[in-house]
């Protein structure tokens, strides 16, 4: 079954800490993102990906990164984190040149940084 | 640049209620319209689209039709259910632009529906 898996799911840590949070879709999509959402429910894109190789700053500046070394791959990276960085992360993929070019998300990581 | 605009929530109706969530959008292109909804702890879900003008989408009850002349994408439902209550995003993809940043979201709109 296609589909796009986030883990982990809940993740709580300290100060100062490097992460990586996961993503991986099996539906051979060329385009993958990563939204950042706050408690008031907007989603705010804070990196994407057209393909292998190439990755893109959104429009929320971030301090975190990301790699794309597999179409199926797709991580989030903070090197140190802060508790500004406590929020809900999403990550989703499109078809590149589909008709109505879709997202697809996965179930979200909710990152707590004490 | 393209943007989307729904009515500020919350949202609060009681079951068997009748739902509309408006939506408007701007775009420079030819977009195509999506509703989503989010459960509570989940990522987003398509529940419904439209590729051109006069289009209609319809899921599990919702309906939604692609109104070019108004720019709109109106969310309904004739009856609601306590499982309905979610975020509702109203969102478009402007093929035109097929590099870039060519997928809006609207803030969202929650709703909750009361037994």
């Known amino acids: 079954e296609a589909d796009i898996y986030q883990t982990p799911r809940y993740l709580v840590i300290g100060t100062g800490k490097k992460i990586t949070l996961e993503c991986s879709q099996t539906m051979g999509h060329d385009k993958m993102y990563w939204y950042q959402q706050d408690p008031g429910m907007e989603l705010h894109l804070i990196h994407y990906?057209?393909?292998?190789?190439?990755?893109e700053k959104g429009d929320l500046s971030s301090e975190s990164t990301v790699s794309r070394i597999r179409t199926e791959h797709f991580p989030l990276t903070l090197e140190s984190a802060r508790p500004s960085h406590t929020s809900q992360y999403l990550c989703?993929?499109?078809?590149?040149?589909?008709?109505?070019?879709?997202?697809?998300f996965g179930p979200g990581t909710r990152l707590t940084v004490l | 640049g393209d943007s989307v605009t729904q009515m500020e929530g919350p949202v609060t109706l009681s079951e068997e209620a009748f739902l509309t969530i408006n939506c408007t959008y701007t775009a420079t292109g030819y977009p195509s319209l999506f509703w989503y909804v989010q459960y509570p702890g989940e990522g987003l879900q398509l529940l419904l689209k439209?590729?051109?003008?006069?289009d209609k989408g319809s899921n599990k009850g919702f309906e939604a039709t692609y109104r070019k002349e108004t720019t709109s994408f109106h969310l309904e439902k004739g009856s609601v259910q306590v499982s309905d209550s979610a975020v509702y995003f109203c969102a478009l993809s402007d093929r035109s632009r097929a590099y870039g940043q060519n997928f809006v979201f609207g803030p969202g709109t929650r709703l909750s529906v009361l037994p």
């Open positions: 990906s057209y393909g292998v190789n190439s990755t």
């Open positions: 439209a590729t051109k003008a006069d």
């Open positions: 989703a993929s499109s078809d590149l040149g589909g008709l109505a070019e879709e997202q697809f």
